[in-house]
Structures are given as structure tokens and as C-alpha cells.
């Protein structure tokens, strides 16, 4: 049972980071605050985005759970397209300019609660788009929920929560680390830095996905 719930809290925590490592307008407006303002300011940001992430994982776990069985005979298939997918995702971000961005916007002069209420709204409002990439995420790491009997167990529901808080944690520590890694270069960095973030990011996603189609073609064999 202990086992159980901790290999989903891990589970949860890397669909979590893998979800967060995205230098989209998201990320440049929490590192335009953190640049702006200070660390505090683009990490309540973050947490910002992190709660919201986290209320669409819980939607997409739902979603998931309801899809097990057809998701399980597909499996294979799904997870070829899945890390596809994320190859694309990564591909892009590494050709991604956000500079004009960055300059684009201007942090203005708010709260910690409009830091943070701000962002968990601009992230809400890409409910569309987030849900069925998280769902892909949730495929790509193995994640899903015991049928039969145990679905309805205690320990069945210990390992989703452990999944969800997994979620949350590996969210934060996205943004907790990245808030600090900026704050640490804060009076050093310029705009042009967040092109080697940009090209980091996109080959860690691109290889996570290449290693998802790799590893699914040696199932296979």
C-alpha cells in the first residue's frame, strides 16, 4: 500500500514538472515579474499557475479515469502519439523566440493576491488546451486507476490523492526553482538569456517524448 501511494505521488510529481517545463506566455510573465519586481512576485505567480494547472489535472484525471479501459487497449498506440506529440511541443519551444514578448510586457504595480489571482486566471483561460495535454502526459507516465474492487478502495483513492499532490508539488518546484535560478542572475540577465532557457527546455521535453517512442517501439519487439 505504502509503495503503492508513493510510486504515485512520483508519478504525479514528474507529470507535474513535465507539464510546467514550458516557456510559454505563462512562464514570461512570472519571469517578467520575478525581473521586474522581485523573486516573491514571480513565485506567487507561479503558484498562481500551479493552482490552476492543478485544478485542470484533477478535471483530466477524471476525464482519464472514465477512459481507462479504452486508453489500456489503445495504450501503446496512445503513448506512440503522445510522445510524438511532445517531440513537436519540445521542438517548438526550441525554435520559440520570446523575446518580443518579454519586451512586450510591462509588470505592473500589483499585490501578491493579483500576482497570484492574475496569472490563475490567464491559465484557466487555456482550459482548452491544457486539459488534453495534461491527459497526454498522464498516458505518457503510466498513471491510472485500479479497476475491479479496488477502484473503490481506500487505496485507491490514497493513490489518486498522492497523484494530484504529486501534481501540485512537481508544479511548485517548476516554478519555485526557476523563480530562484532568474532571481540568482537577476541583475545580469537580459531578455536574450531566455532564448538558452527556451533551447533547454525544448530539448529536455523533445528528448522525454523521443524516449516515450524509443521505449514503446522495444515493447513492442
Not at 491544457?130 to 483513492?157: D, K, Q
Request: aromatic fraction near 12%; charged fraction near 10%.
Amino acid at each position: 500500500m505504502v509503495v503503492s501511494i508513493i510510486d504515485s505521488l512520483l508519478r504525479g510529481v514528474m507529470v507535474g514538472l513535465a507539464s510546467s517545463i514550458t516557456v510559454g506566455p505563462v512562464a514570461v510573465l512570472c519571469i517578467q515579474r520575478t525581473l521586474s519586481k522581485n523573486r516573491r512576485s514571480g513565485f506567487i505567480s507561479g503558484l498562481g499557475v500551479a493552482c490552476a494547472d492543478t485544478l485542470m489535472a484533477i478535471i483530466a484525471y477524471f476525464f482519464y479515469a472514465i477512459l481507462q479501459s479504452q486508453i489500456e487497449r489503445y495504450s501503446q498506440m496512445l503513448t506512440l502519439v503522445g510522445g510524438i506529440l511532445v517531440v513537436v511541443v519540445g521542438v517548438t519551444i526550441f525554435f520559440k523566440n520570446p523575446v518580443p514578448q518579454i519586451r512586450k510586457n510591462r509588470a505592473g504595480n500589483f499585490s501578491m493576491w493579483k500576482d497570484f489571482s492574475s496569472m490563475f486566471g490567464f491559465t484557466i483561460a487555456n482550459f482548452v488546451v491544457i486539459v488534453p495535454y495534461l491527459l497526454v502526459f498522464f498516458a505518457m507516465f503510466g498513471i491510472g486507476m485500479a479497476g475491479g474492487e479496488e477502484a473503490n478502495s481506500s487505496v485507491s483513492l490514497l493513490s489518486s490523492v498522492a497523484i494530484i499532490a504529486g501534481f501540485l508539488c512537481g508544479a511548485v518546484l517548476w516554478w519555485f526553482a526557476l523563480t530562484a535560478l532568474i532571481n540568482l542572475f537577476r541583475l545580469r540577465f537580459r531578455p536574450r538569456h531566455m532564448l538558452t532557457i527556451n533551447r533547454i527546455a525544448g530539448i529536455v521535453i523533445g528528448l522525454l517524448g523521443a524516449y516515450t517512442i524509443i521505449s514503446t517501439f522495444v515493447e513492442v519487439m
